[in-house]
C-alpha cells in the first residue's frame, strides 16, 4: 500500500506539474511584439495632402492606407487641394496646427511646401513624402527612383531608334510640370542616355503638364515639323494617350513608338491594347501604397524617434509593361484595392 501511495502521489505531482506548463505555455502563445505594435499605432492621427485625388496611383495609395487604418485603429485623413497650389499650402499649414502624429505629402514641386515640411519637422511631426520629393528631406520617401525612370525610357527610344531599320534618330521628350521633381530627376536619366547615344535627336522638349489635350497637340506639331518622327517617350501614361491619339490620326502607329511611365491602372493596359501606347514602365501604386504602409507604422511605432532625426528613402520596383504582358495584375482596378 506505501508503494502505491508513492506512485500515486508521484503522479499527482507530474500531473500538476504539466498543467502548470500547460498554462504558462497558453499565457505566452501571444506574438512576440504583436501587442506592442497594436499599442502604439492605436489611436494616432495621420493626414495625406496629394496634389489631386483625382489621380489613379493617389486613389490607390488611399485604399491601401484605409484598409490599414481600419485594421490597426490609426485615422486617415485626406486634404485634398485639387490641384491648387494654395490651396495645398493652406492644407499644409492646417495640418501643422493640428500636430497630428504623421503628415503624407505628395509634392507639387521641389520647392512650394520646403519651407512647410521644415516647419512640420521642427513642430516634432513626422512626414512621409511620396513619389513627389521636395527639395526638404523628410522622415522618409517612398516612390520612383526618377533618374532611373528617365534612363529606362529614353533607354526604350534609344534601342527602336538607333536600329538600321528606324524611320530616323528623332525623338521627343512630353514633360509634365517642369518644376516638379519627376520632371527634373527624369530629364537627368535622359541626358545620360543621350550623352551615351549621340546620334540620337532630341526635337522637341514641351511640358504638357500631364494634359492629354496638350500632349496631342504637341504631338500633331511635331509631327508635322518632323513627319519621320521615330519615338515619343512622356510622364505618365494618362497625359501620353493625347500622343497616342496624335499618332494616329496621322497614321503613324507603326512608324512612333509611345513610352511612358505609369501607376498600372487598366486603363494603363487598355491604351496598350487599343495601340495609343506602346511601352509603359510600370511603378504599380498598390505596390508603392504597401510599401508607404509599412513606412506609416514604422513612424507610428516610435515615438521616441525624434522627427527628421533619421531620412530613409526606398525606391519601389518598376515592370516594363507591353502588350505580351498588359494583363493581370499590372492592371489593377480600383474597385479590387477597396
Known amino acids: 500500500m506505501a508503494i502505491l501511495r508513492t506512485i500515486l502521489a508521484a503522479g499527482i505531482a507530474v500531473a500538476a506539474l504539466c498543467g502548470a506548463a500547460s498554462t504558462a505555455t497558453a499565457q505566452e502563445t501571444d506574438q512576440v511584439g504583436r501587442q506592442a505594435y497594436l499599442d502604439a ?82 513642430a516634432g511631426i513626422k512626414v512621409l513624402q511620396v513619389n513627389m520629393q521636395s527639395a526638404t528631406q523628410t522622415d522618409s520617401y517612398v516612390g520612383n527612383d526618377w533618374i532611373e525612370m528617365g534612363k529606362l525610357e529614353m533607354g526604350e527610344l534609344a534601342k527602336t531608334c538607333t536600329a538600321p531599320n528606324a524611320p530616323s534618330h528623332k525623338v521627343v521628350w512630353l514633360a509634365g510640370v517642369q518644376t516638379g521633381a519627376a520632371n527634373i530627376y527624369m530629364r537627368t536619366g535622359i541626358d545620360a542616355v543621350l550623352k551615351q547615344y549621340p546620334q540620337l535627336q532630341l526635337v522637341s522638349d514641351q511640358p504638357a503638364d500631364y494634359s492629354s489635350e496638350k500632349a496631342r497637340q504637341i504631338t500633331e506639331t511635331v509631327l508635322q515639323q518632323h513627319p519621320d518622327l521615330c519615338g515619343i517617350m512622356g510622364i505618365w501614361d494618362n497625359a501620353e494617350v493625347g500622343a497616342g491619339a496624335a499618332v494616329a490620326a496621322a497614321g503613324k502607329q507603326d512608324q512612333v513608338t509611345i513610352v511612358t511611365n505609369g501607376a498600372g491602372s487598366d486603363t494603363g493596359c487598355q491604351s496598350i491594347k487599343n495601340g495609343l501606347l506602346d511601352v509603359i514602365f510600370n511603378f504599380n501604386a498598390p505596390v508603392q501604397g504597401e510599401i508607404a504602409a509599412q513606412q506609416i507604422s514604422e513612424l507610428l511605432q516610435h515615438p521616441d524617434h525624434k522627427a527628421g532625426s533619421e531620412k530613409t528613402i526606398f525606391f519601389g520596383p518598376v515592370t516594363r509593361v507591353d502588350k505580351n504582358n498588359a494583363t493581370g495584375r499590372n492592371c489593377w482596378k480600383i474597385d479590387e484595392l477597396k
Request: hydrophobic share 45%; aromatic share 8%.
Open 41 to 122: 499605432v492605436k489611436g494616432k492621427k495621420v493626414i495625406f495632402i496629394p496634389i489631386s485625388q483625382g489621380f489613379d496611383l493617389n486613389q490607390a495609395w488611399v485604399a491601401v492606407w484605409q484598409r490599414h487604418a481600419a485594421r490597426y485603429g490609426f485615422s486617415l485623413e485626406v486634404r485634398d487641394p485639387n490641384g491648387d497650389t494654395n490651396a495645398g499650402i493652406r492644407a499644409m499649414q492646417g495640418a501643422i496646427a493640428e500636430k497630428p502624429d504623421l503628415i503624407i505629402v505628395q509634392n507639387p514641386d521641389v520647392q512650394t511646401y520646403a519651407r512647410l515640411l521644415k516647419q512640420a519637422q521642427q
